[in-house]
């Protein structure tokens, strides 16, 4: 099961790479905003978009269509090995509920790999997709607030603590900024690279765009979002999940659940040698 459009963008779905440093913010030191944050986060990706590329991971994707009062009707387990090219990243699914691809399908996969690959192997379209998603995070992020922020120093680095909460005022001009307009939680970030480290939200109210016909997100709707660094600097991925009940255009079946777990990730030279064991990502 693949996660939808909209599910994607209130994850604030940017590809996760970014510098590293260790210098200390001092404790008293005015926090920035979200503004700010935003862009170091953009920084970041662009000055390591090359070394993200060196990395190829393995993702668990569990997903499952439940009725309205949770129970499972129909459940999917797919995994894929995921890479990048020129920071945009690419999924080859290799098993589906625990079998192999058959010779049929693994050409047809093959296909669609290398033609995404080919696709954004060009740096003009990779650039143009980098830049659709800059502009959907920027639709969210304007439509919420980051209060009651706080510092701590965590393993010699500043992370920033915030509750996510709507701005009060704000009028929403599309879907994206709807859906954010009703989601409340909790993140915590990467004070010098603005990057995300941990996020938790869900919808406080029902939300239904033309009766529902276009969309909706009714009340309990959540997602959990983890990313960590690795030495060289690079943000990934290794958790993302939620559940509840959200439709949006042609997405059939409102009541989900998901749960895509990154591990086993390899660090390859740029001739495709391994340089690094793999290594699972809790």
């Excluded at 990779?126 to 393993?155: C, P, V, W, Y």
């Excluded at 599309?174 to 480290?197: P, Y």
Aim: charged share 25%; hydrophobic share 35%.
């Amino acid at each position: 099961m693949r996660i939808p459009a909209h599910v994607c963008m209130l994850m604030l779905c940017l590809p996760g790479s970014g510098a590293i440093f260790y210098a200390q913010t001092p404790a008293n030191a005015p926090l920035p905003d979200s503004r700010q944050l935003f862009e170091r986060a953009l920084a970041s990706e662009k000055k390591l978009a090359a070394e993200q590329e060196r990395y190829e991971c393995r993702i668990t994707d569990e997903g499952a269509e439940t009725d309205k009062n949770g129970k499972v009707k129909h459940e999917n387990v797919a995994v894929q090995e995921q890479f990048y090219v020129n920071g945009v990243p690419i999924e080859r699914t290799l098993s589906k509920n625990g079998k192999d691809l058959t010779p049929d399908q693994t050409r047809k996969e093959d296909e669609r790999v290398m033609k995404e690959t080919v696709k954004y192997s060009d740096k003009a379209r990779a650039d143009k997709e980098a830049a659709k998603q800059e502009h959907e995070a920027e639709d969210i992020l304007s439509a919420m607030m980051l209060t009651n922020g706080r510092r701590e120093q965590i393993n010699g680095r500043s992370v920033l603590f915030y509750n996510i909460v709507p701005n009060p005022g704000f009028q929403a001009k599309n879907m994206n900024q709807r859906f954010a307009t009703v989601m409340q939680g909790t993140i915590s970030l990467d004070e010098q690279t603005g990057e995300l480290i941990e996020m938790n939200i869900k919808s406080v109210k029902d939300l239904k765009i033309v009766g529902g016909v276009i969309g909706s997100l009714n009340k309990g709707f959540w997602l959990h979002v983890h990313n960590h660094q690795e030495p060289d600097g690079v943000w990934l991925n290794d958790l993302s999940e939620g559940s509840g009940d959200a439709r949006a255009l042609l997405f059939i079946h409102p009541y989900f659940r998901f749960k895509e777990t990154t591990g086993s990730c390899h660090l390859y030279t740029t001739s495709a040698s391994q340089v690094a064991p793999a290594k699972t990502m809790q």
